[in-house]
């Protein structure tokens, strides 16, 4: 059975930092591509980085240079390092996994606010 399982989310001050971690189940982790995606406040679920089985990265505009995604295959662990973190941050960090078939699951997501 598939499984993600995110943590580290919180509370922070703008400008703080905070570093998401998913750990896999299931899944021969480095066959597939990882993303992280978020659901702020009134609005849609969002992509916010990719990492491929290829190791490459690919970010939201948004969040470029500010966050970094990345990933230990040995451990079955995405990562996800946020810094400078700004209010509109805010939001619900989810998880996901697409496998070389194109089938994908998601965790259940972790809560982010960035409020003074």
């Known amino acids: 059975q598939v499984q993600f399982k995110e943590s580290g989310g919180g509370l922070v001050q703008p400008g703080g930092s905070l570093r998401l971690s998913c750990v896999a189940s299931?899944?021969?982790?480095?066959?597939?591509?990882m993303n992280w995606y978020r659901q702020t406040p009134g609005n849609e679920r969002e992509l916010v980085a990719t990492s491929t089985r290829g190791l490459s990265t690919n970010y939201a505009d948004s969040v470029k240079g500010r966050f970094a995604i990345s990933r230990d295959n040995d451990k079955n662990t995405l990562y996800l390092q946020m810094n400078n973190l700004k209010p509109e941050d805010t939001g619900v960090y989810y998880c996901?996994?697409?496998?070389?078939?194109?089938?994908?699951?998601w965790g259940q997501g972790t809560q982010v606010t960035v409020s003074s």
């Open positions: 299931g899944i021969i982790f480095r066959a597939y591509v």
């Open positions: 996901n996994g697409i496998s070389p078939a194109n089938i994908d699951a």
